[in-house]
């Protein structure tokens, strides 16, 4: 099956910026839909964003527009995040993750994602 695995997280002051990275394996031709989610603790995941491989399409939640960009390298099988301007609410444990659905499709609903990655994590200090 499908496998994922995040790299890049890291420790970061306030303003400073870091890259994830998803590399995807096996079966990659079955992947519509590919994304970033994050947990801090005590908190529900909450989906970052996400791609529309099959067109390229993305989408972000509105805390990280316009910091975030969600990006992939078709040749390299890998799914990236730049995070810039990052803040300290920024801080949890990013996972990506990936499906092979249809649309229509709930971009932000980790219900929707078939596979996903052991996370990477991210600290934002103040």
């Known amino acids: 099956q499908v496998q994922l695995v995040e790299s890049g997280g890291g420790s970061v002051q306030a303003g400073g910026s870091l890259r994830l990275s998803c590399v995807v394996s096996?079966?990659?031709?079955?992947?519509?839909?590919m994304g970033w989610f994050r947990q801090a603790p005590g908190k529900e995941r909450e989906g970052v964003a996400s791609?529309?491989?099959?067109?390229?399409?993305?989408y972000y939640i509105d805390s990280v527009k316009g910091r975030f960009t969600i990006s992939r390298d078709n040749a390299k099988d890998t799914m990236y995040l730049q995070m810039n301007s990052l803040k300290p609410e920024d801080t949890a444990m990013y996972y990506c993750?990936?499906?092979?659905?249809?649309?229509?499709?709930?971009?932000?609903?980790?219900?929707?994602?078939?596979?996903w990655g052991q996370g990477t994590q991210v600290t934002v200090s103040s």
């Open positions: 993750a990936a499906s092979g659905g249809r649309l229509p499709f709930r971009f932000f609903e980790p219900a929707e994602y078939n596979y």
């Open positions: 096996r079966y990659t031709y079955s992947i519509n839909f």
């Open positions: 791609i529309y491989t099959i067109e390229g399409r993305t």
